[in-house]
């Protein structure tokens, strides 16, 4: 699914504090400050640290499966890891210096480059030129909450590491839930453009309208802040986003809960986020690996544990599962 659109941290934060009031340990609406907390959560709450340094969860180089690395790649000492500039909490983002990748992404592409023995080189982009930086070959793999879709599937190779769910977020207490497509027939809806989010609401619209029911209002976002004003301001019922992004938000700001989540491949089957390589360049078999070898060390619970979303963790990672059905033409 592709994330947002390009948002660094201290944006990011203000326009969270401007649409709800944001409860945190002493940080501000510039974002200069190190981290927020659940609200409520005291001592116990979700820590998340906003700062350039991460003290990231780390795993040791395992020969075996460095060596299946190509050869160019290991000779270059650097895994080239391409991700979207354009995502926010706690995808991968910019810490409070306004220039340190940081979130759970970029933590999981640490992980696989210490098993590989390589150097991570972050090179964030726009969503577009993920797969258009992969197709040449400037970049060697994309982690950047890629789902899994059969059309993908014959232009690349995909190793799992996480579940694909969205969300539904609205405001805290209308006791509204969100569990088919009639629950969501007259009411307005954001979403942003191009993602299996809106793929799944404008589906949903169309079997209420057949049903003779109301049709949705959908509205389309492009900037974090624009839909949070809007939510905040009772012009959206909710938000239709990635389930990582609704739950830390909705964590952080204590304003606002998830009111529905599903799979983010739709009904058929359950979606998965995978990292994503070039069809048969040689690297998403010892990636893969490196992923099953952190899963099964703890590092990668570790690691969602850190960013809020142990919810969102496989047992195993897979390679090429079954993804996203095509569209009918």
């Not at 992980?111 to 390589?118: E, M, S």
């Not at 079997?207 to 012009?235: C, F, H, M, W």
């Amino acid at each position: 699914m592709p994330p947002r659109r390009i948002l660094r941290a201290s944006a990011a934060l203000l326009g969270l504090v401007t649409a709800f009031s944001l409860t945190g340990c002493g940080n501000s609406a510039d974002g200069t400050t190190g981290g927020t907390a659940a609200k409520g959560g005291g001592k116990n709450g979700l820590q998340i640290n906003l700062g350039p340094d991460q003290k990231r969860v780390t795993a040791a180089k395992v020969d075996s499966i460095a060596a299946l690395v190509p050869a160019a790649i290991r000779k270059r000492g650097t895994l080239e890891v391409v991700n979207s500039a354009g995502s926010v909490p706690p995808l991968t983002f910019y810490a409070t210096d306004d220039k340190t990748v940081i979130g759970v992404e970029p933590d999981i592409a640490s992980l696989v480059a210490d098993v590989l023995g390589l150097k991570l080189h972050y090179n964030p982009v726009d969503w577009a030129n993920i797969f258009v930086g992969l197709d040449s070959g400037k970049y060697d793999i994309g982690l950047s909450n890629i789902t899994v879709t059969e059309e993908r599937k014959e232009k690349y190779d995909f190793a799992t590491y996480r579940l694909d769910n969205i969300a539904f977020e609205a405001k805290k207490g209308t006791g509204w839930r969100v569990k088919g497509p009639k629950d969501v027939a007259g009411r307005s809806i954001g979403v942003s453009s191009g993602t299996n989010q809106e793929k799944l609401l404008v589906d949903w619209n169309k079997e209420n309208v057949r049903e003779g029911r109301k049709p949705t209002d959908i509205k389309i976002y492009q900037n974090t802040s624009d839909y949070y004003l809007a939510l905040g301001s009772g012009r959206l019922d909710a938000y239709l986003g990635p389930n990582p992004v609704a739950a830390y938000h909705a964590a952080s700001t204590g304003q606002t809960e998830i009111v529905g989540t599903f799979s983010g491949a739709g009904s058929a089957v359950q979606g998965k986020i995978a990292a994503t390589a070039k069809k048969d360049n040689g690297l998403i078999k010892p990636v893969h690996e490196a992923l099953n070898t952190v899963i099964k060390n703890g590092a990668y619970g570790k690691v969602l544990k850190r960013w809020g979303l142990p919810n969102e963790a496989v047992p195993s990672s897979e390679l090429n599962p079954v993804g996203l059905p095509k569209t009918a033409s």
